[in-house]
């Protein structure tokens, strides 16, 4: 083994000191010609370069080896000649070309066991006259869009940046010399020329022209382009569809997706479509099996933009957990690019709209229904829940006044006076107000003071009152008639009560009110009426510190109604009016009366009243509702203790 060694290393002193000759006694490996061959032309630089020091031939970054050119028409090996030759390696330099340099050079690769031979050609032509080389190399430029063409002298700067020389590129078309940012035309990089948009008359000679300076000499190499245009082309195509999505589906159902690809051009495309998962290509096609594709469909289109639609679709006839949680891509492959497309596939949501649907229906639907039972007992909701729960409310027994309601009506000798008025005011109120529910009302014509004037009684007791109870009739607030023929229109809606008796005890009237004392029958305008309605109207609708409820005791008319005063037929439409008319013509349709139920003031004693006063009737309820609230009394201790004394 130590004697093969030193008899190869001996071999291998030997090669590099010349003592081989020449290098056709040598039994190398013979690559042979390259295929490539390199054409110049005199006066410009050639470089011929080897392909032995490859790992392809050996491993020559561990190996020791040498290269040696030599010239095959006369077996001599090449050395540096200043201003013509220069070996560098496995590249041999001709930096000033000539006719006589046309031939064949071989490249010996000695290492301490083999050698390797390979021969490159190198082919000077003759200059011709004309601009550019003999020897053309052939591109394509595309009609119509933005193109470019590319020198080939990209080997050439390749060498030289290994050299760490600089370099320039100059662009010539014919003998015209394109400046770089001119026209059409720019310089993308040193090895591109780009063209914008194409057209007939840029077809021709292009000569790309190298210059740099190597082994002290400065000097050029060019390489010239025969562009021609052609009206077939296709550019980079367009993945339209997947875009980067997300698409769910449920599991067990059947799923396509199709893979939309827009090619810009003219003609038919060389552009193939397919779907890719897991990092592997769907290439089923058949529908029987479960996961396949289509075949790829073309379109062609002239307007808005010429070029062609391909579409190909994935097709999945029952999907299952497998097929979820990954991407699906589509790619286009093409000589332009690959340009691609993916979605990824989830499982679907649960469907919750249904049952979040059947909720806001069923609560919709409830509300509804709450909305028309509070609008159709509301009176009934409210009086229940007074009576059921006293305790949230506060009694207002300490807020200074003394009456719970003032009584306002037409007073005897006054517009709208009547019999049937005066029993309600005077009989029917108290009896139900005041002896069933507890209330205290001031009557003017029973609690006036003798000898009080009538504005301060109006307006003291108004004052002191938590309500105001508007007692009219049809002819209350119309011109001044007499009382009995306009009763006489209405007394078909007042039904007189089985208490009619006691209309005889009638109390001590205003000394302040309008009344005859002679006998007569006429009738006067009431001062304390007006002087009631003014204040009240004022309190409710100016000042908001009072609450006036109408009372209508007859049935009033739309020509009737236009007679009131605004003030009172505004609050009317606002806040509406409790109709006792209404109840009579209610019971006279029923016929019976009814039993009064327990009240919630007295607690659960049991009163027996005529049936037109019975609290369970609608105006009975309403009149209630209107009133103020019987809450719960507050004890305080100061008051207690003084009781106590």
Sequence with gaps: ???????????????LSGICTGFVQENCTNYKLQFERIYSVPGDMAMLNSTLVSPDVFNFTTVPYNITWYDSKTGQEMSNQTGRILVKEETLWFLNVTLDDNGEYVTIVRTPFRCYRQATKLIVDSLTGECGRPRKVDQTLMNGVADTLSCPLKDYMSKLDSYNISSSIKWYKGCEHIVDGTGKYSYR???????????????????????????????????TIDARIREVYSLVPQVREPASEIIKAEIGSSFSKRCLVFVPGVGKPFVSILWIARDKFIRNTQPSDRVYTSQTSFNIQDVPDKGAWLERLLIISELREEDFHINYTCRSYSSRGHPEGYFTLLPADPNIILPIGSVLGGVTVLFIIGVVIYYLFKVD????????????????????????????????????????????????LPQVLEKACGYKLFIAGRDCLPGHAVVDSVEENIQASRRLLLVYTASTFTSKRHTSSTSSNNNNHLSKNSNNNENSESKTDDSSSSMSFNGSDEVYQDTRQQLECMAAMHRALVEGSLKVVLVELEEITPAQLALFPESVRHLRKKQGAVCWWKYLRMRQRRGSGIRRREDEGKGGQDTQLPPSHSLSSRFWKEMRYYMPVRGKRVIYPEKTALLNL
């Design 1 to 15: 083994m130590g004697l093969t060694s030193a008899l190869g290393s001996v071999l291998f002193v030997l090669g």
């Design 189 to 223: 990089d040193m090895t591109t020329l780009m063209i914008q948009r194409v057209e007939p008359q840029n077809n021709g000679s292009y000569t790309c022209t190298l210059t740099f300076t190597l082994g002290g000499i400065t000097g050029s190499v060019s390489e």
């Design 381 to 428: 909701i409210v009086l229940w829940f007074r009576r059921v729960f006293p305790v949230l409310y506060t009694n207002k027994d300490l807020d200074g006044k003394l009456y719970d309601a003032y009584v306002a009506y037409p007073q005897r000798c006054a517009v709208g006076f009547s019999k049937e008025v005066e029993t309600f005011a005077l009989h029917t």
